[in-house]
Nanobody
Framework: QVQLVESGGGLVQAGGSLRLPCAAS????????LGWFRQAPGSEREFIAV?????????SSVDSMKGRFTISRDNAANTDNLQMNRLNPEGTAVYYC??????????????????WGKGIQVTVTS
């Protein structure tokens, strides 16, 4: 079982950027598809993006998310990254990375993911 740890969260002003690494241990991340989700207080966990073992990426079709996020993989570091740009207060949430054992997986529902990091808080101030 792979273990996942998110980092890079914190406070950022509206319009700013953050990069969230998801570091894997125990197994090579190249054997998994990895997704990013976020969950704001009182809301459901929301899909952002997923990257397969071949580095094919799929993004949320929600209009407010389009063009703000880029997912990437660094196999040498056993880490995936979520680059977040032009953040707005709507982006205040706990951000999670999650792995799926199927290397070509591109699903968006959180229930389909096998293991999760503990999450990292991102707060966007106006």
């Amino acid at each position: 079982q792979v273990q996942l740890v998110e980092s890079g969260g914190g406070l950022v002003q509206a319009g700013g950027s953050l990069r969230l690494p998801c570091a894997a241990s125990g197994r090579a991340l190249s054997n998994y598809a990895l997704g990013w989700f976020r969950q704001a207080p009182g809301s459901e966990r929301e899909f952002i993006a997923v990257i397969s073992s071949s580095c094919s990426s799929t993004y949320s079709s929600v209009d407010s998310m389009k063009g703000r996020f880029t997912i990437s993989r660094d196999n040498a570091a056993n880490t995936d990254n979520l680059q977040m740009n032009r953040l707005n207060p709507e982006g205040t949430a706990v951000y999670y990375c999650a792995a799926n054992r199927r290397t070509a997986f591109s699903g968006s529902h959180y229930i389909l993911y096998d293991c999760w990091g503990k999450g990292i808080q991102v707060t966007v101030t106006s």
